[in-house]
């Protein structure tokens, strides 16, 4: 009795070998999958650098606003200081020209005394009394005006700087929460996208796995259909053999 030995044709071969070929190693999916990893891992670290750059940004805005103070509160005081020295100056020239107005108010009236004779002499000399005390009420009035003045430009100085100073406190304050806020925001944002990321390598890697499978049972499966088919055909042949 011989025996028949079943050889497995070359294109079943090469069907086995185009499967091997294709197939996804474990070690090709997890690589994948550190990979996709290691990107997110890079987004987030750039994203903290950005929102470590933003709150520098708000930090040095913060600096300038309390520069801006200091040289408000600086200029305030200089303009206060010259407005007084202004006040003073002003108190001296007036008070220059009173007594220049006093002295020529008295010597016309001297010329209109002499002129209007003895009989005249009297009205001169009360007119003369009237207009000292009309020049000393007028410095008075006008010392006070000045002082007053002086007084109310120091005090709006003083209520303008007070008013910038809490205006640049504000902008500083308003841009340091906005700069929290963008960073919590941005973090956020990247926790999700990284959750994102890492939900989608994992279908993947699982869809990848559900076709190399699916690949493999059909190529076994025409594997087993093709020895079936061999197997019937060598019994077919042996038994032709026999009958004849």
């Given at each position: 009795?011989?025996?028949?030995?079943?050889?497995?044709?070359?294109?079943?071969?090469?069907?086995?070998?185009?499967?091997?070929?294709?197939?996804?190693?474990?070690?090709?999916?997890?690589?994948?999958?550190?990979?996709?990893?290691?990107?997110?891992?890079?987004?987030?670290?750039?994203?903290?650098?950005?929102?470590?750059?933003?709150?520098?940004?708000?930090?040095?805005?913060?600096?300038?606003?309390?520069?801006?103070?200091?040289?408000?509160?600086?200029?305030?005081?200089?303009?206060?200081?010259?407005?007084?020295?202004?006040?003073?100056?002003?108190?001296?020239?007036?008070?220059?020209?009173?007594?220049?107005?006093?002295?020529?108010?008295?010597?016309?009236?001297?010329?209109?005394?002499?002129?209007?004779?003895?009989?005249?002499?009297?009205?001169?000399k009360?007119?003369?009394?009237?207009?000292?005390?009309?020049?000393?009420?007028?410095e008075?009035?006008?010392?006070?005006?000045?002082?007053?003045?002086?007084?109310?430009?120091?005090?709006?100085?003083?209520?303008?700087?007070?008013?910038?100073?809490?205006?640049?406190?504000?902008?500083?304050?308003?841009?340091?929460?906005?700069?929290?806020?963008?960073a919590?925001?941005?973090?956020?944002a990247?926790?999700?996208?990284?959750?994102?990321?890492?939900?989608?390598?994992?279908?993947?890697?699982?869809?990848?796995?559900?076709?190399?499978?699916?690949?493999?049972?059909?190529?076994?499966?025409v594997?087993?259909?093709?020895?079936?088919?061999?197997?019937?055909?060598?019994?077919?042949?042996?038994?032709?053999?026999?009958?004849?």
């Amino acid at each position: 009795m011989s025996t028949t030995t079943v050889t497995m044709p070359p294109f079943m071969k090469a069907m086995g070998n185009l499967a091997k070929e294709y197939k996804v190693s474990a070690k090709v999916s997890k690589e994948k999958k550190a990979a996709k990893a290691k990107r997110a891992k890079i987004i987030k670290q750039l994203r903290a650098k950005e929102a470590k750059e933003e709150a520098k940004v708000a930090k040095e805005v913060a600096k300038l606003a309390a520069i801006a103070k200091k040289e408000s509160d600086k200029q305030a005081k200089i303009d206060a200081k010259e407005a007084a020295k202004q006040a003073k100056i002003d108190e001296k020239a007036a008070a220059k020209q009173a007594k220049i107005d006093e002295k020529a108010a008295a010597k016309q009236a001297k010329i209109d005394a002499k002129e209007a004779a003895k009989a005249l002499a009297k009205e001169l000399k009360e007119a003369e009394k009237a207009a000292k005390k009309e020049a000393k009420a007028a410095e008075k009035a006008l010392t006070k005006a000045l002082a007053k003045e002086a007084k109310d430009a120091e005090k709006a100085a003083k209520k303008e700087a007070k008013d910038a100073e809490k205006a640049l406190a504000k902008k500083a304050k308003d841009a340091e929460k906005a700069a929290a806020k963008q960073a919590k925001e941005i973090e956020k944002a990247d926790a999700k996208a990284i959750k994102a990321i890492e939900k989608a390598a994992a279908k993947e890697a699982k869809a990848l796995e559900k076709t190399a499978l699916k690949k493999e049972a059909k190529t076994k499966a025409v594997t087993e259909a093709r020895e079936r088919e061999d197997l019937v055909e060598t019994i077919v042949n042996r038994l032709s053999g026999e009958v004849a």
